[in-house]
């Protein structure tokens, strides 16, 4: 399994990027797709889930009211919505897959390559 991630890039504070991850295999109804971020010298940190077993999502209390995570299941896609985006939002995003619930990257066992996200004040 591959898990693709794009559309990172560069945007000013306030402004929005929607992220991809797109999985080269099928996702199950069992599996749970998260997404990561991580600044150098500092570990990877949870920013929300989505289950695939009915589309429910968690997120971190950082992020919540400003990122959604949808998914298109035909296409074995995840998606990142990010808006109102703050400088302290800058990081790698990953996405990645779990077999159960997890908001710990340990939990995870398939990562995507990461996608820079800078936001600049």
């Known amino acids: 399994v591959q898990l693709q991630a794009s559309g990172g890039g560069l945007v000013q504070a306030g402004g929005s990027l929607r992220l991809s991850c797109a999985s080269s295999g099928r996702i199950f109804s069992s599996h749970i797709m998260g997404w990561f971020r991580q600044v150098p010298g500092k570990e990877r940190d949870f920013v929300g889930l989505i289950r695939w077993n009915g589309a429910s999502t968690t997120y971190a209390d950082s992020v919540k009211g400003r990122f959604t995570i949808s998914s298109d299941n035909a296409k074995n896609t995840v998606y990142l919505q990010m808006n109102s985006l703050k400088p302290e939002d800058t990081a790698v995003y990953y996405c990645?897959?779990?077999?159960?619930?997890?908001?710990?990257?340990?939990?995870?066992?398939?990562w995507g390559q990461g996608t820079q996200v800078t936001v600049s004040s």
């Open positions: 990645a897959r779990a077999n159960g619930y997890s908001t710990n990257w340990r939990g995870y066992n398939y």
